[in-house]
Nanobody
């Protein structure tokens, strides 16, 4: 399974971004997909995940601001981020779980700064 993210960038506080992640390779049995992030000097942390059936889970600090979605026909997962804050600055990594293995994308930088 290969994952390719896109959509990161520099945005002002209060702005929005939409991240995308497309999976390719042996993808027929992918279940959970989602996003983690890692800020400098900090551990990687869960942002949001979504199962193939559409069940979602978010970290508390992004609830009401971020929305995760997926398109199973395109083997893709998305993260719509609104009302961005400087503390959202991090490298965002896409993930996909298949048959007990977790795959990661290369990461995309999100910087929230004025």
């Amino acid at each position: 399974v290969q994952l390719v993210e896109s959509g990161g960038g520099l945005v002002q506080p209060g702005g929005s971004l939409r991240l995308s992640c497309a999976a390719s390779g042996s993808i027929s049995l992918i279940d959970t997909m989602g996003w983690y992030r890692q800020a400098p000097g900090k551990q990687r942390e869960l942002v949001a995940i979504i199962t193939r059936a559409g069940l979602t889970n978010y970290r508390d600090s992004v609830k009401g601001r971020f929305t995760i979605s997926r398109d199973n026909s395109k083997n893709s997962v998305y993260l719509q981020m609104l009302s961005l804050k400087p503390e959202d600055t991090a490298v965002y990594y896409c993930l996909a779980d298949e048959l007990g293995s977790r795959y990661w994308g290369q990461g995309t930088q999100v910087t929230v700064s004025s």
